[in-house]
């Protein structure tokens, strides 16, 4: 993902030059983790997949920086070799997803209700 490397070196250069940020040791990255400078990262499908896989945190001691256990490049990675996995589509006949619909719906309002006769004749709900 170039556009999330592209990322993590460029924020981390600005920050470091507009003086948000002291610079890191030579030992470690040059980058900042997407999880540093996004306080929510959410998405639908494979983009809700990608953000999961760079915000798990990798363990460390508490008080310290929680660096992402992966990075983009397993990201990739992880898509290209399970993405056939992971989005595979399973085809149920129409008479199976009609069945099962019906199904649903009838523990639905089963539930439904042995809750409301439940609430309806407590005594405690009474006025």
Same mark, same amino acid.
């Given at each position: 993902? =170039?556009? *999330?490397?592209?990322?993590?070196?460029?924020? +981390?250069? +600005?920050?470091?030059?507009? &003086? +948000?940020?002291?610079?890191? =040791?030579?030992?470690?990255?040059?980058?900042?983790?997407? =999880?540093?400078?996004?306080?929510?990262? %959410?998405?639908?499908?494979?983009?809700?997949?990608? $953000? $999961?896989? @760079?915000?798990?945190?990798? =363990? &460390?001691?508490? &008080?310290?920086?929680?660096?992402?256990?992966?990075?983009? %490049?397993?990201?990739?990675?992880?898509?290209?070799?399970?993405?056939? #996995?992971?989005?595979?589509?399973?085809?149920?006949?129409?008479?199976?997803?009609? @069945?099962?619909?019906?199904?649903?719906? *009838?523990?639905?309002?089963?539930?439904? +209700?042995?809750?409301?006769?439940?609430?309806?004749?407590?005594?405690? #709900?009474?006025?």
């Amino acid at each position: 993902m =170039p556009v *999330v490397k592209f990322l993590e070196n460029e924020t +981390y250069a +600005y920050a470091v030059e507009q &003086g +948000y940020i002291q610079a890191k =040791p030579e030992s470690e990255p040059q980058k900042l983790y997407m =999880p540093q400078f996004f306080d929510i990262m %959410a998405g639908t499908s494979i983009g809700g997949l990608i $953000s $999961s896989i @760079l915000t798990v945190p990798s =363990p &460390g001691k508490p &008080g310290e920086v929680a660096y992402p256990k992966y990075s983009s %490049a397993d990201a990739i990675e992880v898509m290209a070799g399970e993405g056939d #996995y992971i989005f595979t589509k399973e085809h149920m006949s129409t008479l199976a997803r009609v @069945l099962w619909c019906i199904v649903i719906f *009838v523990l639905g309002s089963a539930l439904a +209700y042995c809750l409301g006769v439940k609430c309806l004749t407590n005594k405690h #709900y009474e006025t």
